[in-house]
């Protein structure tokens, strides 16, 4: 019987794989419940744990048991008092026995709970718990627990709905918000949602909204989203005219299928009859680009999308007459995922602490007399905060200076190999480039480094003014930052850098905005270019060149994640800029 064990050791991450928990449960290999089983039980567990936890600490149950741990208690609880088949164990089982002998307690507790909370019966609890309604008086540590403050981010999907079917239809008597702070604060079940300012088709609603079983969702008319990540396709502002575009970090399919949506629209309205422009999606990784494929389909998007299953970018030739007419790109890598944030890519879960229930119960004055064994045998000191389960990268948090230095700089050099292979593509006029990080090193730094290339300087690219912005990202306040001690180089033009770092869109993670940490910048060239000096001066190149080492990268796609390796043999010239 190893559900429970299992569960557990997926719940503290005990291998410290990075990923979604979806996907560290499903590609665990050595996993001998099913995994849908763990995953159901997990999520559950954690989703009940703000009531649970005050549950078993007020029963004295961790005082008495000794075998099991905090994580073990909660994940037995629910099961016993929630699940309608029970604890999944034999009747003998020693964990079974140490949880099915406190029965009593335990739902005495939990009625106790559920009457204090105002609920009549269990099913109210339950849609207290499912809309997201416990969040705001549980208390991890006896104080009001943070209410997740992270909007739903949907987008409307253009390529097979439209906002207004939308309203009228999955939407129908909802309110509309004047801001966005009502619809942050506002249950899972509140039907008020708020339109976007800045990005059309985009909607926010309550945090707990929860619509991955409606009809829309699964016809592909609504997209789960967050606002940050429809910046690129919309800074790219795709014309017609564009022909070609590549995605080249496609997986899962996001910001492919945006495009898709943009272009779609723009050529149905008023283009002449001729070649139609089509998108080419990259996507390294096989598995993630069978699902790029399937996200694409769902969408509708493969009208007007070719996927390129496992085929790396940086594997393609500019100069090919296949790449002939590609005149935009829009580049999304790989990246340490430091901006992610909420319930898209973490599980909240509280866990009972073992010492709270020492003078409250009947069980915990007969444990008193026992000597508690080794931390770390049986009962292992875990926090009374919520334990953070990360969706993304967690192993960056949890690195040392000297560690995340060097994984950053091993980042943002793959991240700027890839930014200059895009601007070797002949006909590009423009390229979006962005991360969901939060890091200069990655954001800025690579953005700076790309502009002063040789190959900046040789076709003429330099950064999208904030005034030649499409109008919602003109008017998106939080533009890049400078952080003098992290770029290799300097600028004697001043002007200049105020002008790039002013052209370079940022969004913060954990305020009113709802967005996730974002970082969105958009290079152009005009097709009249001839070589000329850039806005800054490169030097030289140095000679020098870096061997790619490779990393290990949990991606951080919205909702899945792979190990992404650069090419062993891939050289990375390293560039001199003029102080
Ligand atoms: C941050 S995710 C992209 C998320 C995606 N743009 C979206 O919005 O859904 C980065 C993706 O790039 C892929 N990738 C990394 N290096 C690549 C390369 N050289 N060529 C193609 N794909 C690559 C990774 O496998 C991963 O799926």
């Not at 048991?65 to 003998?92: F, I, Q, Y």
């Not at 939990?110 to 208390?139: M, P, Y």
């Not at 016809?219 to 967050?226: L, V």
Request: proline content about 5%; aromatic content about 6%.
């Amino acid at each position: 019987m190893s559900l429970y064990y299992e569960a557990a050791s997926i719940l503290t991450n005990a291998d410290s794989t990075g990923g979604s928990l979806k996907s560290r449960i499903f590609n665990k290999k050595d996993l001998k419940s099913k995994p849908a089983q763990v995953f159901a039980l997990v999520t559950e567990a954690s989703k009940w744990s703000g009531v649970l936890k005050d549950v078993v600490e007020k029963s004295g149950l961790l005082k008495e048991e000794r075998k099991l741990t905090p994580v073990l208690a909660l994940l037995l609880t629910h099961d016993l008092l929630l699940s309608k088949g029970g604890v999944a164990a034999p009747a003998n089982h020693v964990l079974k026995l140490a949880i099915t002998r406190h029965k009593a307690r335990l739902n005495a507790e939990l009625v106790k709970l559920r009457i204090k909370r105002g609920c009549g019966s269990l099913e109210q609890l339950r849609e207290q718990v499912n809309s997201g309604g416990d969040e705001t008086t549980t208390a991890p540590n006896g104080s009001p627990a943070e209410s997740i403050q992270h909007p739903r981010w949907v987008r409307i999907n253009a390529l097979r709905t439209s906002l207004d079917t939308q309203l009228s239809t999955t939407f129908v008597g909802y309110n509309k918000a004047d801001d966005l702070a009502p619809v942050l604060s506002a249950s899972g079940s509140s039907k008020l949602l708020y339109l976007d300012p800045h990005i059309p088709n985009l909607i926010a609603l309550p945090p707990r909204a929860d619509f991955a079983k409606s009809p829309a969702y699964l016809a592909g008319q609504i997209i789960f989203q967050d606002k940050a990540s429809c910046f690129p396709a919309y800074l790219l502002d795709v014309q017609p005219e564009d022909e070609d575009i590549i995605d080249a970090c496609a997986a899962p399919g996001n910001k492919t299928t945006h495009l898709s949506a943009i272009l779609s629209e723009r050529v149905d309205s008023g283009m002449p009859k001729g070649r139609a422009p089509k998108i080419f999606a990259y996507e390294k990784d096989k598995r993630r680009s069978i699902i790029l494929d399937k996200m694409v389909k769902i969408a509708g998007a493969d009208k007007n999308v070719r996927v390129k299953v496992a085929k790396d970018f940086l594997a393609t030739k500019p100069d090919s007459l296949e790449m002939e007419h590609v005149r935009a790109l829009l580049l999304d890598p790989s990246c340490s995922g430091s901006g992610i944030v909420g319930r898209d890519d973490s599980v909240k879960v509280y866990l009972p602490d073992p010492k709270s229930a020492e003078a409250t119960n009947t069980l915990s004055r007969k444990s008193k007399k026992r000597k508690r064994p080794k931390a770390g045998v049986e009962t292992p000191e875990t926090p009374a905060t919520p334990l953070e389960v990360e969706e993304s990268a967690p192993e960056i948090a949890a690195q040392d200076g000297t560690e995340l230095k060097d994984r950053l700089k091993a980042l943002s050099t793959f991240q700027l190999h890839l930014l200059t292979h895009a601007m070797r593509f002949p006909n590009a006029r423009k390229i979006t480039y962005s991360t969901c990080s939060i890091h200069f090193e990655e954001n800025e730094g690579v953005v700076f480094g790309a502009l002063t290339s040789p190959i900046a300087k040789e076709r003429g690219w330099k950064i999208l003014l904030r005034d030649e912005q499409v109008d919602g990202m003109r008017k998106w306040e939080k533009r890049g930052i400078w952080e003098e001690d992290k770029f290799d180089g300097g600028f004697s033009k001043e002007k200049w850098k105020a002008d790039v770092l002013d052209g370079c869109i940022r969004c913060e993670k954990g305020t009113e905005e709802g967005t996730m940490g974002f970082f969105a910048a958009a290079l152009v060239r005009d097709s009249t270019f001839e070589a000329a000096e850039p806005a800054s001066e490169v030097i030289e190149e140095n000679g020098e060149e870096e061997e790619w080492s490779g990393f290990s990268d949990d991606d951080t796609g919205p909702s899945e994640l792979a190990t992404v390796q650069a090419p062993a043999s891939t050289k990375v010239k390293k560039l001199k800029h003029k102080r």
